[in-house]
Nanobody
């Protein structure tokens, strides 16, 4: 079992930056691919970014590429999502998730554990 707790969400204006954190506890954090997903009101949950066990491989949704950066600190059991140049369309609840998979995956069905989410609201 892995427990995930997100933090760092908030309300800010377009163009601003936020860093989300996801603290993990339970099983060995470094064994899991970690991902960030988001869900806006009335929309499906969508992939944002994912990172491999070692942090050497990352993947991003096209909509956030060049603006968001995912990273992890296995010593602290934490994964981060640095979000820059935020846009109103980035407004959503952001979830972190853990997957016991061999490679980085964008498929939410592959993720075994999910956090409760943190709200990010970007005003224009």
């Amino acid at each position: 079992q892995v427990q995930l707790v997100e933090s760092g969400g908030g309300l800010l204006q377009a163009g601003g930056s936020l860093r989300l954190s996801c603290a993990a506890s339970g099983r060995t954090f470094s064994n899991y691919v970690m991902g960030w997903f988001r869900q806006a009101p009335g929309k499906e949950r969508e992939f944002v970014a994912a990172i491999s066990w070692s942090g050497g491989n990352t993947r991003y949704a096209d909509s956030v590429k060049g603006r968001f950066t995912i990273s992890r600190d296995n010593a602290k059991n934490t994964v981060y999502l640095q979000m820059n140049s935020l846009k109103p369309e980035d407004t959503a609840v952001y979830y972190c998730a853990a997957a016991r998979t061999f490679g980085v995956t964008t498929n939410p069905a592959a993720y075994d554990y999910w956090g409760q989410g943190t709200q990010v609201t970007v005003s224009s």
